[in-house]
């Protein structure tokens, strides 16, 4: 009778079946129609350090259906051994590493896994709730588990750096942190490591700016066992909202996203990419940053409680029918040129007309720039448009003072920092204008002057003179000058 019951167990699914290779290797039950690919291809923590996504392409299939998942985890018995994570069949899943691990060590990574992939039981009824409330999604890919972290510090910790700030940074202040304070194996710092940092050696090393002190703070909390309860499965929605709100630092966004990662999808944390979203996929051209959090909760209340599910996984695919099956490739440098140019939105604002009307008002006009996009130049029957596409243009076809040097590497630099205005110091200036209260206001005005003080200093070593490049007007100061002039008379406001 005992054997048959030590028999059931192990086929449930997110049992471990068997342990292997001397304690450096252990299999998991697999639910069925689970996919390693699309568990961790599902949502943008699988991009951040020290999550390594290795994919195996399929010949004919999504290049992520199949491959390998490496990361250092954390042991019981201290220190991290890295993980290596494959789906070996339909329903096994292997966990590997080089270190034989004790009985408690292989039920710490089992724990951490689960956590993951979403593989408990109770995620595993809400995968299957939602696939059978959203058919239109779920016919070809398995849905309805998004991919975190190991633990929830470390959730909570990636949750400060995606608030107020682009994908890039925040993939950069991930990779800093594992790097500095994660070990020879570069894990995610615990939270007793970053207990122990200061503020200014934190800002200084992984540039997080303001979130220093909400990380240590949250990082002193979680080694007191502040945390402990929202690891508690019987955690419910209500307690977990209460415990999240409480948390210094968090604001809406910051807790409608710790919600998720927690598994409850509710709320939607609604930002600029949801407003963009709601508009171009949706149709819903009413749709404003003052009301997007209304208008999701509104569109999306049918699907409760998996409102967020729903929105996310639209939200995705959208990501990958525009970014391709190379949105995938296990180079993380690629992470930054796909979210840089698929994953954000357009900065350029304005209120589309109908094409009749745009045609009948500004025939020209719309010929020149199809998108109504300003600045825009009809050179001769030859249309260009885009401020920084329009200056190369500019600086390749008339005669004049050139915008470019003629140096190879000093004009890789022009255009370098030419990106940055566009990437880091134009948005942050309009998310100042844009704060609706004292909070959000002092953030965009720190990762603004954090922005310009980049510019600053890379401009330092070049300039001797009153231009980026010294004495000579080029790119760099035609991007910046127009925002330059604007700032320097609305910010005294701020």
Known sequence: MAKQVAKAKRQQPGSIIKVLRGGKCF??????????????????????????????????????????????????????????IRQSSSRVLEVATSKKLSSADVAALHRQVLRMLRLGTADDAVACAFAEG?????????????????????????T??????????????NEKLCQHFGGPLGAFPSAAV???????RLKKLCGVGYRAERILKLARAARAGSLDPLSDPNLGEEDASQRCKGIYGLGPFGVANALQLLGF??????????????????GLRSCT???????????????????????????????????????????????????AAHMKVPRQSYQAAPAKELQNLYPDFVACSP????????????????????????????????????????????????????????PNFERLLAAHDAEARAMAREDLVQALALFEEAMSPLAKGPFFLGSDFSMADAVLAPWWQRMCSVLRAY
């Not at 939200?315 to 949105?327: I, V």
Request: with cysteine; net charge positive; glycine share 6%.
């Open 160 to 173: 400060f750096t995606l608030c107020n700030c682009g994908w890039t940074r925040t993939i950069s202040m």
């Open 265 to 282: 999808y509710k709320d939607i944390p609604a930002d600029s990419e949801t407003c963009r979203h709601l508009r171009q996929a949706r």
């Open 194 to 200: 970053l207990a122990k940092v200061t503020p200014r």
């Open 371 to 426: 998108r109504g996009l300003l600045p825009a130049l009809d050179n001769e029957g030859e249309h260009v448009y885009d401020s920084i596409v329009l200056l190369e243009y500019v600086h390749e076809i008339f005669n004049g003072p050139p915008l470019l040097p003629t140096s190879p590497l000093a004009r890789a630099k022009v255009r370098l920092w030419s990106k940055h205005v566009d990437l880091h110091i134009v």
């Open 134 to 158: 959203s058919p239109d999604l779920s016919q070809h890919t398995p849905v309805g588990r998004l991919f975190r972290s190991p633990t929830v510090f470390e959730d909570l910790v990636k």
């Open 27 to 84: 299999h998991i039950r697999l639910p069925s129609r689970f996919s390693l690919g699309a568990a961790v291809c599902s949502y943008g923590f699988a991009m951040l350090a020290p999550n390594s996504w290795q994919p195996n392409p399929v010949p004919g299939g999504r290049s992520h259906c199949k491959g390998v998942l490496q990361r250092p985890l954390q042991l019981q018995s201290g220190g991290a051994v890295r993980a290596t």
């Open 289 to 339: 940053l003052q009301n997007v959090a209304l208008v999701a909760a509104r569109v999306y209340r049918p699907y409760a409680p998996h409102q967020f599910l729903r929105y996310w996984t639209e939200l995705w695919r959208t990501y990958e029918q525009r970014m391709g099956t190379t949105a995938w490739k296990a180079d993380p440098s690629k992470y930054r040129l796909l979210t």
